[in-house]
């Protein structure tokens, strides 16, 4: 996947991501880095999979932000 591809996927789901969690503080984890996971781009998701592994290696703590299809929890999240 083209770099600024992924880089506009990647805003428009952060931006997703970060209005669910103003409005959910108990959601959200200090000292984490989110990597987005969409419900519906393998290839994007690849991508950021990648990236969440390099992440993780350098000893930082990942945590997974799987997008959902359910209205009332439109994320969950698992540590990688």
Same mark, same amino acid.
């Given at each position: 996947m083209p770099t600024k591809i992924q880089i506009i996927k990647?805003?428009?789901?952060?931006?997703?991501?970060?209005?669910y969690l103003s409005e959910n /503080?108990?959601?959200?984890?200090?000292? $984490?880095?989110?990597i987005v996971i969409t419900k519906n781009d393998s290839a994007l998701n690849k991508a950021n999979l990648s990236i969440a592994e390099s992440i993780a290696?350098?000893?930082?703590? $990942? $945590?997974k932000a799987i997008e959902t299809s359910n209205?009332?929890? /439109?994320w969950k999240f698992a540590s990688l």
């Open positions: 990647n805003l428009k789901l952060s931006e997703k991501l970060l209005n /503080p108990r959601e959200n984890k200090e000292d $984490v880095s989110y290696k350098k000893g930082k703590k $990942v $945590v209205k009332s929890t /439109p």
